[in-house]
């Protein structure tokens, strides 16, 4: 993760050289899109993982060619784990990462969300994520998130992940899985993992 205060770069050298030097910053794994927020003494700050959601979408680079993920029962530990602590089925936890990410701790969405369970940057704060690439810490967070989604819905698997998938207020203004073909793809297809996990 790389995070650079561009001022005193851009005053000497230029904004070219200055978003040059988050690029050269960034380990090969994390080359990725660049992401910039000014704040309100009008300085400019780049990153290539976003933490919050005052940062913007700047610069897109080329992604390096990763490998495929492994297989799903690496990360078995940390759901367990997650699982514990939360109170949430590891089957169910398995799930949500199968549907959202295919296992890959890499991914990220056309709409920002980042790792095996694709957190918004503007949640990572809440949910004391400090780097969501980073698999024991998107996991609690996710799973801290989805049971948040899971109380505030009475236990109502359907409406937690349609929340979890579209927001919470999106579901309560509906009182029922949002008329989005996205969500309810979504929801049926963590239901299905869900379902195929809990036989393994």
């Known amino acids: 993760m790389v995070r650079i205060s561009t001022w005193a770069v851009v005053r000497r050298w230029g904004w070219h050289l200055a978003l040059a030097a988050v690029v050269m910053a ?3 794994p994390a080359l990725a899109d660049i992401y910039r927020y000014i704040d309100r003494n009008g300085v400019m700050h780049f990153t290539n993982v976003p933490t919050s959601g005052k940062y913007k979408f700047y610069l897109r680079e080329p992604r390096p060619v990763r490998p495929a993920p492994g297989p ?5 530990p940390i759901i367990a784990e997650a699982a514990r602590r939360h109170g949430i089925p590891q089957a169910l ?3 949500v ?3 959202e990410s295919d296992f890959d701790p890499q991914a990220v969405s056309r709409r920002g969300a980042l790792g095996l369970m694709q957190l918004m940057p503007a949640n990572l704060e809440i949910l004391e994520v400090a780097d969501p690439f980073n698999p024991q810490e998107n996991i609690m967070g996710g799973v801290r998130y989805l049971k948040e989604m899971l109380e505030r819905f009475d236990q109502n698997l ?3 992940l349609s929340a979890y998938n579209a927001g919470p207020r999106v579901v309560e203004q ?3 899985i949002p008329p989005f073909p ?3 793809r979504y929801v ?3 239901l299905h993992y869900y379902r195929l996990f809990q036989k393994a």
């Open 188 to 190: 049926q297809k963590v």
């Open 72 to 76: 799903p029962n690496r990360f078995d």
């Open 158 to 160: 359907r409406l937690a």
């Open 26 to 28: 960034a380990s090969p």
């Open 182 to 184: 996205e969500t309810q």
């Open 93 to 95: 936890i398995k799930a």
């Open 97 to 99: 990462i199968k549907a």
């Open 174 to 176: 509906y009182r029922a």
